[in-house]
């Protein structure tokens, strides 16, 4: 019996510091998304940046965008999209690389992820590189 109550304690335990609070990204097409965010995000594509639109508290939308290249400069490319929790701020975490040779047209310079939140943020804040960064464009839906 007292096997078993010990047992019983440790799941409990286990279950207490098990982190179901997860968020959830994923690389989506423009199309997988609302209406509303794909009229921001058309609006938006037409300038280089990191755009953001927020559905209420649910979840994120994140356009990681360098499509207009000018000519004879390098083509900028996204990779690995990290999003993190510190208490009450949500942190973006992604990388940027420059390519000067860019005949392959399946760079990867405009990307598009939905994240899911596990509850409301205070503060959302973006990192290229590993330092401090802006938001081109941001928008949302309070509804």
Known sequence: MKK?????GLIILL????????????LIALQEADSEVQSFFETAKKQNGIHLFQDQDERI???LNEVNILQDQPAITFS?????????????FYEEETIADYED???????????????????????????????????????
Do not use: H, P, W
């Open 4 to 8: 078993i109550l010990v047992l019983i």
């Open 15 to 26: 279950a207490g510091c098990m982190d179901d609070s997860k968020l959830r990204t994923d």
């Open 61 to 63: 939308y994140l356009m």
């Open 80 to 92: 690995n999209l990290k999003v993190k929790e510190d208490g009450a701020t949500l942190k973006v």
């Open 105 to 143: 047209k399946n760079i990867e310079n405009q990307l598009l992820y939905e994240v899911e939140l596990n509850k409301a943020y205070e503060t959302i804040q973006l990192y290229k590189n590993g330092k401090s960064s802006n938001f081109e464009m941001v928008s949302g839906n309070t509804d």
